[in-house]
Nanobody, 121 residues
Framework: QVQLVESGGGLVQAGGSLRPSCAAS????????MGWYRQAPGKQRELVAR???????NYADFVKGRFTISRDNVKNTVYLQMNSLKPEDTAVYYC???????????????WGQGTQVTVSS
């Protein structure tokens, strides 16, 4: 099986920075698109940023210019550099990845358990 494990969330003051990471492990053949999503209390989960295996990225409008997604294909890890954080960025941040596993390749989407990001005003 595949596991995605996030780390690097925490509490920060407005204007500060955090850099959560998400490492994939298990019987991985390859990883396609990886992404970060977030869910604030009482709200639906929403896309923050995605990055393809080749490094192409796209961002939600509300993080453009403040957040940067990157990945290390050797370490099977995706990062989210978050700068100029705002109180409205407070949420649980989840990573997701399209992973191919198995001798007979099977592709499916996996999710991490989430990491809390809290931005104080």
């Amino acid at each position: 099986q595949v596991q995605l494990v996030e780390s690097g969330g925490g509490l920060v003051q407005a204007g500060g920075s955090l850099r959560p990471s998400c490492a994939a492990s298990g019987r991985i053949v390859s990883i396609g698109t990886m992404g970060w999503y977030r869910q604030a209390p009482g709200k639906q989960r929403e896309l923050v940023a995605r990055i393809t295996e080749g490094g192409s990225t796209n961002y939600a409008d509300f993080v453009k210019g403040r957040f940067t997604i990157s990945r290390d294909n050797v370490k099977n890890t995706v990062y989210l550099q978050m700068n100029s954080l705002k109180p409205e960025d407070t949420a649980v941040y989840y990573c997701a990845a399209d992973v191919v596993t198995g001798v007979i390749p099977v592709r499916r989407n996996y999710w991490g358990q989430g990491t809390q990001v809290t931005v104080s005003s």
